[in-house]
Nanobody
């Protein structure tokens, strides 16, 4: 069964760093855009960063200059390096990917289970 599994969340002080990882596994034919979203308590889920299959990246204004998204296509993995973290970055971070499965060669959007990031002031 195709799935995305995140890791790397945790508790960090303001100004600190964390690196999130998300690995896709299962019957994968190809992966298109991979990205990260986050959802803070009482707020809607928001896009943080994207990395397309062509190498284009996108960042939300709130994280530009602090977060870096990268991917290892050979390992079907996307990373989010988060530096100079702020308390307002506290949220559950979700991985997201457009994946074509070998089962039916249809493109579907998948989500990971989420990983908690907490930044203390």
């Amino acid at each position: 069964q195709l799935q995305l599994v995140e890791s790397g969340g945790g508790l960090v002080q303001a100004g600190g760093s964390l690196r999130l990882s998300c690995a896709a596994s299962g019957s994968i034919f190809s992966i298109g855009t991979m990205g990260w979203h986050r959802q803070a308590p009482g707020r809607q889920r928001e896009l943080v960063a994207l990395f397309t299959s062509r190498g284009t990246t996108y960042y939300a204004d709130s994280v530009k200059g602090r977060f870096t998204i990268s991917r290892d296509n050979a390992k079907n993995t996307v990373f989010l390096q988060m530096n100079n973290l702020k308390p307002e970055d506290t949220a559950v971070y979700y991985c997201n990917a457009d994946v074509v499965s070998v089962s039916d060669y249809r493109n579907r959007n998948y989500w990971g289970q989420g990983t908690q990031v907490t930044v203390s002031s």
